[in-house]
């Protein structure tokens, strides 16, 4: 592998040398993006600028049709032959009921039909070549807006792909259903972003959430499964959320969008070369793609959606000419990217990270918010992250909301905000973790955002469902919000009963903020696509406005304002979708320059971070401590996990939350590489039995090597109340984490022992 660097290493390196004629920076960066392009096998023909590409399709006679949300279906004729000359898309007239309709998702047919859904009129249409209407079905809106793709085969047969269903379904062209699949190998499906047609009854699915390819032929009981392949990954052969795929002359394409590449494969999976260097600068020009979604082929002409940068880009398919470089990137004032939210509280700020599934946290107590710990890696382990959705910090807990793995996890992070501000990659430390279905929830219902409060937590539902939580994850109060499409969620009150605070829901569709207390909804002005809310005093709202790149402050004091505009300077914005507010400090996630910005909430700026840079506005001496140190509660934690080089035997430990305590004994030495058994015994705090129904979980890792046991071990309760764990091997001296996890009807709550094996490393 070492050598394949190198090679690699030296080939980019023999690019450069080749490349450095006199000419200006960018001339030469242009020269050799083409190169390496022409090396994977592809020529950027151009960029097409739309606010909001959803999905792509081609008409026989070389027209782009774009499917552009709000901005509706536009057509881009000639698209080929205008190469590097490409203008913006002209709006298609589609007739009464459609001139402020939203399209979503866009197919063409061999025959030219065209196929259209539309989340604001809860509709899908098949039209002739001419757009004249064939057919309607209706659907829910917010199945549409969850995500829609579609897609016509040659015999006209129409897939839907539906994202929160988790499922795609085959319609004949009478409409009549010919199946649908929601599961394969054994795994459902998880928001399937694309489907694309083989050719005679065949079929390829993006199974966008478990990181794969499905592909299947349709028989006369329905979808039938013929292969399955990928998983989460960076290399060759893996994928982060493939979100677009279409058919090639050779096999394959498929848009790997947190890779930010387009991958190549043929029928039977085999990875080729991928195109496109990863754009980690925003706004960077042809060729570098960022976020890939949909994807559209004619012969060797691809179109790629890019929602995050607002555009579509044109490729053409080549041999590839010289020899293979990897698409490295090149990171030049660029450090982060980050997820759409963000929380703040006391002295700490945490936002998460996509690419690496984990959550990153700053220290507030200085002038310039410091980077002080990561936590998270992707999987299914209770310690691990699907795909994280929202967080609120609530003193030093953290609670995750974590929709591929249906569950909340809470954190605890030990000494945050106490002494000297450093990075201590062990400071977090998972506490317990509740089931979706512990809290009631059915599978169509995710949680979208969360918030804290005096004595727990508030999560919002996509299905506009407000769950009050008490410190333990502990279901206080349900209550239904009327907001037909809610995007966001504060907390604006904070009373003792978690029931009696407030809650502001942002409404995408209705346009205003709902307020659980009753009072009437707020509305936001035209334009206004609010992702993001925090409160503000006195009486007063701070929306982020992504398609907007700017926030809107609404008081009840003084007429509404605007902060910020678009651009990559101090104090403006590309696609802002989070805030936060702390004493007079605002917070803003500006996910599109990738970084964190703090202004005041007068709209000053003050500061923009990411993980490894920082950038503060020129002050006086006296004005160099961060308006989070000031006065900042400090929360201890109650117990902290054992250090111990005793190997576990006859150790006590209480778990995170004290819950329960643990006593552990092991019959044999614990030897490198041997396997061992540990007994376990188990003692509630409040001296309750333990439940009958009760599950515990066993598992160890190694927190210096980012890795835990080569094998599972297998718990099982005796006679005598105590749980026998067998199977245990720890194959590498140094330090390793057990953790024992005590699981009652969905809910989980983890304590942690921590032994050194031999000599630390």
């Known amino acids: 592998m070492a050598a394949i660097a190198s090679l690699a290493a030296l080939a980019l390196l023999s690019l450069l040398i080749q490349d450095a004629q006199p000419q200006d920076a960018a001339g030469r960066s242009a020269a050799l993006l083409k190169r390496i392009l022409g090396a994977q096998g592809a020529e950027p023909l151009g960029i097409v600028p739309v606010p909001q590409p959803l999905g792509l399709a081609w008409k026989s006679d070389g027209t782009l049709l774009i499917a552009a949300g709000e901005g509706g279906l536009l057509e881009l004729p000639d698209a080929e032959r205008r190469g590097s000359a490409l203008v913006a898309p002209q709006r298609i007239d589609l007739g009464a009921g459609w001139e402020a309709a939203s399209v979503d998702a866009v197919a063409v047919g061999p025959d030219g039909q065209i196929a259209l859904a539309s989340a604001s009129l809860g509709r899908l249409e098949r039209r002739t070549a001419a757009l004249e209407v064939r057919s309607v079905s209706l659907l829910d809106s917010e199945l549409l807006r969850s995500g829609c793709a579609l897609a016509l085969s040659d015999d006209g047969v129409l897939a839907v792909a539906l994202a929160r269903n988790g499922a795609v379904s085959f319609f004949q062209s009478s409409g009549l259903l010919l199946g649908t699949l929601s599961s394969a190998d054994g795994k459902e499906l998880r928001r399937p972003g694309a489907v694309t047609s083989l050719g005679a009854g065949a079929w390829a699915i993006a199974d966008t959430g478990n990181h794969r390819v499905i592909l299947l032929h349709l028989a006369e009981r329905g979808p039938v499964v013929d292969l399955c392949y990928g998983e989460r990954g960076p290399f060759a052969g893996q994928m982060c959320l493939p979100s677009g795929i279409a058919l090639t002359s050779e096999g394959l394409l498929v848009a790997d969008r947190m890779n930010h590449r387009l991958a190549r494969y043929s029928r039977d999976g085999q990875c080729g070369r991928a195109i496109g260097i990863h754009s980690v600068s925003p706004r960077e020009g042809v060729g570098a793609i960022h976020y890939p979604e949909a994807l559209a082929i004619r012969g060797d002409l691809v179109a790629v959606s890019e929602p995050f940068e607002r555009r579509v880009q044109l490729f053409r398919l080549r041999e590839p000419s010289g020899q293979m470089i990897p698409p490295l990137p090149v990171k030049e004032g660029v450090s982060s990217h980050f997820g759409r939210g963000l ?69 605890r992070l030990e000494s945050a905000g106490v002494g000297e501000v450093k990075f201590d990659p062990f400071m977090a430390r998972l506490v317990r973790t509740a089931s979706a279905e512990s809290l009631g929830l059915a599978k169509e219902d995710e949680i979208i955002d969360l918030a804290s409060t005096k004595n727990g937590f508030v999560a919002l539902t996509n299905t506009s469902q407000l769950l009050w939580l008490d410190a333990a994850l502990g279901l206080v109060q349900r209550e239904r919000s009327t907001a037909l499409h809610p995007t966001a969620l504060c907390c604006l009150s904070d009373a003792s009963a978690p029931g009696e605070s407030t809650a502001a829901v942002v409404d995408g569709l209705g346009k205003c903020v709902q307020f659980s207390n009753g009072a009437s909804p707020l509305t936001l002005r035209d334009g206004t696509h609010a992702t993001g809310i925090a409160g503000m005093s006195p009486e007063g709202l701070i929306l982020s406005d992504p398609r907007g790149d700017r926030l809107e402050v609404i008081c009840t004091q003084s007429p509404r304002r605007w902060i910020g505009r678009t651009g990559g300077g101090d104090g403006e914005f590309f696609a802002p979708t989070d805030c936060a507010v702390l004493g007079d400090d605002l917070y803003v996630l500006d996910q599109g320059n990738h970084r964190l910005q703090r202004l005041k909430t007068s709209g000053e700026w003050d500061a923009s971070f990411t993980l490894s840079k920082a950038r503060l506005r020129p002050r006086e001496a006296a004005d160099s401590v961060g308006a989070g140190a000031a006065g900042a509660d400090v929360v201890a934690l109650a117990c902290a996990p054992v250090e111990t080089a005793a190997l576990l035997d006859g150790v006590e430990v209480h778990s995170a939350d004290d819950g329960f305590k643990v006593h552990l004994r092991t019959p044999a030495a614990i030897e490198r590489g041997e396997p061992f058994e540990v007994e376990i015994t188990l003692t509630m705090s409040d001296g309750s039995p333990i439940p009958d129904d009760a599950v515990l979980l066993i598992d160890a890792t190694m927190p210096h090597h980012g890795h835990g046991m080569n094998v599972k071990a297998r718990t099982e309760r005796g006679p005598d109340g105590v749980w026998r764990a067998a199977g245990l091997l720890w194959h590498m001296d140094g330090l390793w984490v057990l953790s024992v996890d005590l699981c009652v009807a969905g809910r989980c709550e983890r304590a942690q022992v921590e032994a050194v094996l031999g000599a630390r490393h």
């Open 343 to 411: 929380a703040v509280g006391g002295v700490l700020l945490a936002a998460w990270e996509p690419e690496a599934e984990a959550v990153v946290v700053f220290d507030l107590r200085g002038a310039l918010p410091v980077h002080v710990t990561t936590f998270g890696s992707p999987g299914t382990g209770g310690d691990r992250f699907g795909r994280i959705e929202a967080m609120a910090l609530r003193g030093t807990d953290i609670l995750v909301a974590d929709s591929a793995n249906a569950r909340l996890a809470l954190w």
